[in-house]
Protein backbone atom coordinates (compact mmCIF):
# COMPACT_ATOMS: atom_id res chain seq x y z
CA UNK A 1 0.00 0.00 0.00
CA UNK A 2 1.04 3.20 -0.74
CA UNK A 3 1.99 5.66 2.01
CA UNK A 4 0.26 9.15 0.65
CA UNK A 5 -3.25 6.87 0.10
CA UNK A 6 -2.77 5.88 3.71
CA UNK A 7 -2.33 9.00 5.22
CA UNK A 8 -4.90 10.92 2.49
CA UNK A 9 -7.59 8.27 3.95
CA UNK A 10 -6.65 8.67 7.00
CA UNK A 11 -5.80 5.54 7.46
CA UNK A 12 -2.53 5.58 9.36
CA UNK A 13 -3.69 4.50 12.96
CA UNK A 14 -5.27 1.66 11.41
CA UNK A 15 -2.75 0.35 9.40
CA UNK A 16 0.29 0.50 12.37
CA UNK A 17 -2.27 -1.15 14.84
CA UNK A 18 -3.24 -4.07 12.69
CA UNK A 19 0.79 -4.31 11.66
CA UNK A 20 1.61 -3.73 15.79
CA UNK A 21 -0.77 -6.25 16.71
CA UNK A 22 0.16 -8.98 14.41
CA UNK A 23 3.77 -8.60 14.97
CA UNK A 24 2.45 -9.66 18.78
CA UNK A 25 0.37 -12.50 18.39
CA UNK A 26 0.72 -16.24 17.30
CA UNK A 27 -2.23 -18.37 17.91
CA UNK A 28 -3.43 -21.52 15.77
CA UNK A 29 -6.55 -19.83 14.51
CA UNK A 30 -4.73 -16.14 13.55
CA UNK A 31 -3.50 -15.66 10.85
CA UNK A 32 0.78 -14.88 11.25
CA UNK A 33 2.21 -12.10 10.04
CA UNK A 34 5.69 -13.31 8.32
CA UNK A 35 7.49 -10.24 7.39
CA UNK A 36 6.85 -6.33 7.07
CA UNK A 37 9.04 -3.23 5.69
CA UNK A 38 8.33 0.30 4.85
CA UNK A 39 10.57 2.54 2.12
CA UNK A 40 9.92 5.85 1.16
CA UNK A 41 6.83 4.85 -0.87
CA UNK A 42 5.26 1.65 0.57
CA UNK A 43 3.98 0.16 3.11
CA UNK A 44 4.61 -4.07 2.97
CA UNK A 45 2.77 -6.51 5.22
CA UNK A 46 3.63 -10.31 4.37
CA UNK A 47 0.75 -12.57 5.75
CA UNK A 48 0.83 -16.36 5.06
CA UNK A 49 -1.43 -17.66 2.87
CA UNK A 50 -4.21 -19.52 4.02
CA UNK A 51 -5.29 -21.42 0.86
CA UNK A 52 -9.02 -22.50 1.97
CA UNK A 53 -11.10 -19.70 0.77
CA UNK A 54 -13.20 -17.32 3.70
CA UNK A 55 -16.03 -19.05 5.54
CA UNK A 56 -18.57 -16.49 3.91
CA UNK A 57 -18.30 -18.28 0.62
CA UNK A 58 -19.01 -21.97 2.00
CA UNK A 59 -22.01 -20.69 4.19
CA UNK A 60 -23.33 -18.32 1.16
CA UNK A 61 -23.09 -21.95 -1.09
CA UNK A 62 -24.29 -24.01 1.26
CA UNK A 63 -27.49 -22.05 2.63
CA UNK A 64 -26.63 -22.23 6.25
CA UNK A 65 -24.66 -24.88 8.68
CA UNK A 66 -25.75 -27.61 10.53
CA UNK A 67 -25.60 -27.18 14.28
CA UNK A 68 -22.04 -29.49 14.59
CA UNK A 69 -20.86 -26.95 12.14
CA UNK A 70 -21.73 -23.94 14.16
CA UNK A 71 -20.66 -25.37 16.67
CA UNK A 72 -16.95 -26.47 15.08
CA UNK A 73 -16.41 -22.76 13.55
CA UNK A 74 -17.49 -20.97 16.90
CA UNK A 75 -15.31 -23.05 19.07
CA UNK A 76 -12.59 -22.13 17.41
CA UNK A 77 -13.31 -18.48 17.35
CA UNK A 78 -14.20 -18.91 20.84
CA UNK A 79 -10.25 -19.61 21.45
CA UNK A 80 -9.20 -16.91 19.02
CA UNK A 81 -10.83 -14.36 20.63
CA UNK A 82 -10.38 -15.59 24.22
CA UNK A 83 -6.39 -15.14 23.44
CA UNK A 84 -6.63 -11.47 21.79
CA UNK A 85 -8.88 -10.48 25.00
CA UNK A 86 -6.14 -12.04 27.15
CA UNK A 87 -3.64 -10.05 25.14
CA UNK A 88 -5.93 -6.51 25.41
CA UNK A 89 -6.44 -6.79 21.70
CA UNK A 90 -10.35 -5.98 21.01
CA UNK A 91 -10.73 -7.34 17.67
CA UNK A 92 -13.96 -5.47 16.55
CA UNK A 93 -14.72 -6.92 12.89
CA UNK A 94 -15.81 -10.43 13.26
CA UNK A 95 -17.57 -11.94 10.40
CA UNK A 96 -17.49 -15.13 8.17
CA UNK A 97 -15.33 -12.63 5.75
CA UNK A 98 -12.79 -12.65 8.08
CA UNK A 99 -12.49 -16.06 9.01
CA UNK A 100 -10.37 -18.73 6.51
CA UNK A 101 -10.05 -22.42 6.07
CA UNK A 102 -6.78 -23.47 5.87
CA UNK A 103 -5.58 -26.26 3.75
CA UNK A 104 -7.01 -29.09 6.58
CA UNK A 105 -10.31 -27.10 7.55
CA UNK A 106 -9.25 -25.19 10.62
CA UNK A 107 -10.25 -21.35 11.02
CA UNK A 108 -7.93 -18.11 10.56
CA UNK A 109 -9.38 -15.15 11.55
CA UNK A 110 -7.65 -12.52 9.68
CA UNK A 111 -8.00 -8.28 8.71
CA UNK A 112 -6.83 -7.04 12.08
CA UNK A 113 -7.85 -2.72 10.55
CA UNK A 114 -10.14 -2.04 13.57
CA UNK A 115 -7.99 -4.37 16.19
CA UNK A 116 -6.76 -2.33 18.87
CA UNK A 117 -4.54 -2.88 22.11
CA UNK A 118 -7.28 -1.62 24.77
CA UNK A 119 -6.98 -1.11 28.58
CA UNK A 120 -10.67 0.58 29.16
CA UNK A 121 -12.34 1.62 26.39
CA UNK A 122 -12.70 3.30 23.09
CA UNK A 123 -15.16 5.19 21.22
CA UNK A 124 -14.34 4.98 17.42
CA UNK A 125 -17.49 3.78 15.58
CA UNK A 126 -15.95 0.83 13.03
CA UNK A 127 -17.24 -2.43 11.91
CA UNK A 128 -19.91 -3.54 9.77
CA UNK A 129 -23.56 -2.62 10.51
CA UNK A 130 -24.85 -5.88 11.34
CA UNK A 131 -22.74 -6.91 13.71
CA UNK A 132 -22.10 -3.73 16.05
CA UNK A 133 -22.95 -3.91 19.37
CA UNK A 134 -25.30 -1.43 21.13
CA UNK A 135 -22.71 0.54 22.87
CA UNK A 136 -20.93 1.07 18.94
CA UNK A 137 -23.92 2.70 17.73
CA UNK A 138 -24.58 5.07 20.93
CA UNK A 139 -21.09 5.90 20.90
CA UNK A 140 -21.13 4.98 24.98
CA UNK A 141 -17.61 4.03 24.70
CA UNK A 142 -16.93 0.21 24.25
CA UNK A 143 -14.27 -2.81 24.69
CA UNK A 144 -14.00 -6.42 24.45
CA UNK A 145 -18.05 -7.27 25.07
CA UNK A 146 -18.49 -6.02 21.78
CA UNK A 147 -16.63 -9.09 19.87
CA UNK A 148 -18.63 -11.73 22.10
CA UNK A 149 -21.74 -9.61 20.49
CA UNK A 150 -20.28 -10.21 17.14
CA UNK A 151 -19.86 -13.70 18.15
CA UNK A 152 -23.97 -14.13 19.11
CA UNK A 153 -24.20 -12.53 15.42
CA UNK A 154 -22.13 -14.97 13.63
CA UNK A 155 -23.66 -17.98 15.40
CA UNK A 156 -27.29 -17.22 14.35
CA UNK A 157 -25.98 -16.05 10.39
CA UNK A 158 -24.21 -19.76 10.69
CA UNK A 159 -26.96 -21.73 12.18
CA UNK A 160 -29.72 -19.78 9.61
CA UNK A 161 -27.75 -18.37 6.44
CA UNK A 162 -28.46 -14.61 7.65
CA UNK A 163 -28.12 -12.03 10.34
CA UNK A 164 -30.52 -11.66 13.10
CA UNK A 165 -30.55 -7.61 12.27
CA UNK A 166 -30.66 -7.97 8.58
CA UNK A 167 -32.00 -3.98 6.81
CA UNK A 168 -31.61 -3.19 3.07
CA UNK A 169 -30.37 0.08 4.95
CA UNK A 170 -27.64 0.93 7.58
CA UNK A 171 -29.87 2.67 9.55
CA UNK A 172 -32.46 0.28 9.22
CA UNK A 173 -30.14 -2.78 11.08
CA UNK A 174 -29.30 0.42 13.95
CA UNK A 175 -32.78 0.79 14.58
CA UNK A 176 -33.10 -3.28 14.80
CA UNK A 177 -29.78 -3.89 17.16
CA UNK A 178 -31.09 -1.01 19.42
CA UNK A 179 -34.92 -2.58 19.64
CA UNK A 180 -33.18 -6.03 20.56
CA UNK A 181 -35.50 -7.48 18.52
CA UNK A 182 -34.76 -11.05 16.71
CA UNK A 183 -37.29 -13.57 14.79
CA UNK A 184 -36.06 -16.70 15.69
CA UNK A 185 -36.43 -19.35 12.98
CA UNK A 186 -37.91 -22.41 13.79
CA UNK A 187 -34.83 -24.77 12.92
CA UNK A 188 -32.60 -23.46 15.70
CA UNK A 189 -30.81 -25.60 17.62
CA UNK A 190 -32.53 -24.50 20.99
CA UNK A 191 -29.21 -24.68 23.05
CA UNK A 192 -27.78 -22.84 20.20
CA UNK A 193 -30.57 -20.07 20.80
CA UNK A 194 -30.04 -19.89 24.57
CA UNK A 195 -26.12 -19.49 23.89
CA UNK A 196 -27.53 -16.70 21.35
CA UNK A 197 -29.76 -14.36 23.60
CA UNK A 198 -26.90 -14.63 26.31
CA UNK A 199 -24.41 -12.89 23.66
CA UNK A 200 -27.09 -10.83 22.33
CA UNK A 201 -27.23 -8.63 25.46
CA UNK A 202 -27.40 -4.97 25.44
CA UNK A 203 -26.26 -4.30 28.42
CA UNK A 204 -22.75 -5.68 28.17
CA UNK A 205 -21.98 -5.93 31.83
CA UNK A 206 -24.63 -8.76 31.67
CA UNK A 207 -23.35 -10.32 28.18
CA UNK A 208 -21.85 -13.74 28.38
CA UNK A 209 -18.12 -13.49 27.84
CA UNK A 210 -18.15 -9.88 29.35
CA UNK A 211 -18.50 -11.02 33.10
CA UNK A 212 -16.29 -12.21 36.02
CA UNK A 213 -15.78 -15.49 34.80
CA UNK A 214 -15.18 -13.67 30.80
CA UNK A 215 -14.33 -16.21 28.14
CA UNK A 216 -15.06 -19.52 31.01
CA UNK A 217 -18.71 -18.34 30.82
CA UNK A 218 -18.65 -18.53 27.23
CA UNK A 219 -16.64 -21.99 27.10
CA UNK A 220 -18.59 -23.51 29.94
CA UNK A 221 -22.39 -22.73 28.27
CA UNK A 222 -24.36 -25.68 27.34
CA UNK A 223 -23.56 -26.28 23.62
CA UNK A 224 -20.23 -26.43 23.78
CA UNK A 225 -20.70 -28.70 26.73
CA UNK A 226 -19.45 -31.79 24.72
CA UNK A 227 -16.06 -30.27 24.06
CA UNK A 228 -12.55 -30.71 25.10
CA UNK A 229 -11.16 -27.50 24.76
CA UNK A 230 -7.32 -28.96 25.15
CA UNK A 231 -8.80 -30.83 21.88
CA UNK A 232 -9.98 -27.68 19.99
CA UNK A 233 -6.66 -25.87 20.47
CA UNK A 234 -4.90 -28.34 19.47
CA UNK A 235 -6.89 -28.55 16.56
CA UNK A 236 -7.71 -31.66 16.97
CA UNK A 237 -11.44 -31.57 16.12
CA UNK A 238 -12.29 -33.28 12.89
CA UNK A 239 -13.48 -30.08 10.25
CA UNK A 240 -16.51 -30.49 8.83
CA UNK A 241 -15.29 -28.97 5.54
CA UNK A 242 -12.30 -30.11 3.82
CA UNK A 243 -11.12 -27.18 1.24
CA UNK A 244 -9.95 -28.90 -2.17
CA UNK A 245 -6.33 -27.63 -2.18
CA UNK A 246 -3.58 -29.30 -5.12
CA UNK A 247 -1.15 -27.30 -3.28
CA UNK A 248 -0.37 -24.54 -1.06
CA UNK A 249 -0.57 -21.97 -3.45
CA UNK A 250 -3.55 -22.87 -5.04
CA UNK A 251 -6.16 -19.90 -5.53
CA UNK A 252 -9.21 -22.04 -6.44
CA UNK A 253 -10.94 -21.28 -3.32
CA UNK A 254 -11.06 -17.61 -4.04
CA UNK A 255 -13.56 -15.70 -6.07
CA UNK A 256 -11.34 -13.06 -8.47
CA UNK A 257 -12.54 -9.77 -7.48
CA UNK A 258 -12.13 -6.29 -10.00
CA UNK A 259 -9.93 -3.68 -7.84
CA UNK A 260 -12.66 -1.56 -8.04
CA UNK A 261 -12.30 0.63 -4.69
CA UNK A 262 -16.10 1.90 -4.58
CA UNK A 263 -17.66 -1.61 -3.36
CA UNK A 264 -20.82 -0.54 -4.01
CA UNK A 265 -20.21 0.08 -7.30
CA UNK A 266 -18.78 -3.24 -7.28
CA UNK A 267 -22.14 -4.80 -5.90
CA UNK A 268 -24.43 -3.55 -8.87
CA UNK A 269 -22.55 -4.73 -11.34
CA UNK A 270 -22.68 -7.89 -10.54
CA UNK A 271 -25.36 -9.58 -11.52
CA UNK A 272 -24.24 -12.94 -13.27
CA UNK A 273 -25.18 -16.47 -11.64
CA UNK A 274 -21.70 -17.29 -11.33
CA UNK A 275 -20.50 -14.09 -9.72
CA UNK A 276 -19.09 -14.29 -6.53
CA UNK A 277 -21.64 -14.14 -3.47
CA UNK A 278 -21.52 -10.57 -1.64
CA UNK A 279 -23.77 -8.90 0.89
CA UNK A 280 -26.61 -7.12 -0.83
CA UNK A 281 -25.29 -3.92 0.97
CA UNK A 282 -21.85 -1.59 0.91
CA UNK A 283 -19.94 -2.87 3.84
CA UNK A 284 -18.62 -0.21 6.18
CA UNK A 285 -14.95 -0.35 5.84
CA UNK A 286 -11.82 1.77 7.73
CA UNK A 287 -11.19 3.57 4.52
CA UNK A 288 -14.97 4.64 3.45
CA UNK A 289 -14.80 7.71 1.97
CA UNK A 290 -18.22 7.46 0.03
CA UNK A 291 -19.51 10.40 2.42
CA UNK A 292 -16.75 12.73 1.50
CA UNK A 293 -16.55 14.85 -1.87
CA UNK A 294 -14.39 14.08 -4.41
CA UNK A 295 -11.67 16.29 -5.89
CA UNK A 296 -9.10 16.14 -8.77
CA UNK A 297 -6.12 13.63 -8.05
CA UNK A 298 -3.88 16.47 -8.74
CA UNK A 299 -5.10 18.03 -5.76
CA UNK A 300 -4.71 15.26 -3.52
CA UNK A 301 -0.96 15.08 -4.53
CA UNK A 302 1.82 15.05 -2.44
CA UNK A 303 5.45 16.73 -3.22
CA UNK A 304 7.76 14.24 -3.10
CA UNK A 305 10.73 15.60 -1.99
CA UNK A 306 11.92 17.71 0.72
CA UNK A 307 10.14 17.98 4.32
CA UNK A 308 6.64 16.46 2.63
CA UNK A 309 8.39 13.24 2.49
CA UNK A 310 10.10 13.41 5.44
CA UNK A 311 6.72 14.12 7.25
CA UNK A 312 5.19 10.58 5.39
CA UNK A 313 8.36 8.87 6.44
CA UNK A 314 8.22 9.64 9.59
CA UNK A 315 4.91 8.70 10.03
CA UNK A 316 6.12 5.06 9.44
CA UNK A 317 9.64 5.10 10.94
CA UNK A 318 9.26 1.79 13.17
CA UNK A 319 7.03 -0.22 10.98
Not at 131 to 149: F, M
Request: charge should be negative; hydrophobic fraction near 35%.
Amino acid sequence: MTISEVIRLKQVEHVKNEKDILSRVHHPFIVEMLWSHHNDRFLYMLLEFICGGELFSYLRNAGRFSNSASNFYASEIVCALEYLHDQHVVYRDLKPENLLLDKDGHLKLTDFGFAKRLEDRTWTLCGTPEYLAPEIILSKGHNKAVDWWALGILTYEMLVGYPPFYDENPFGIYEKILSGKIEWARQMNTVGKDLIKKLLVADRTKRLGNMKNGSQDVKRHKWFRHLNWADVYARKLEPPIIPRVRHSGDTRNFYDYPEYDNMEYWAEEQTGENDPPIRPKPLEHPGDTSNFDSYPEEDLKWQKSGPALVREQSLFEDF
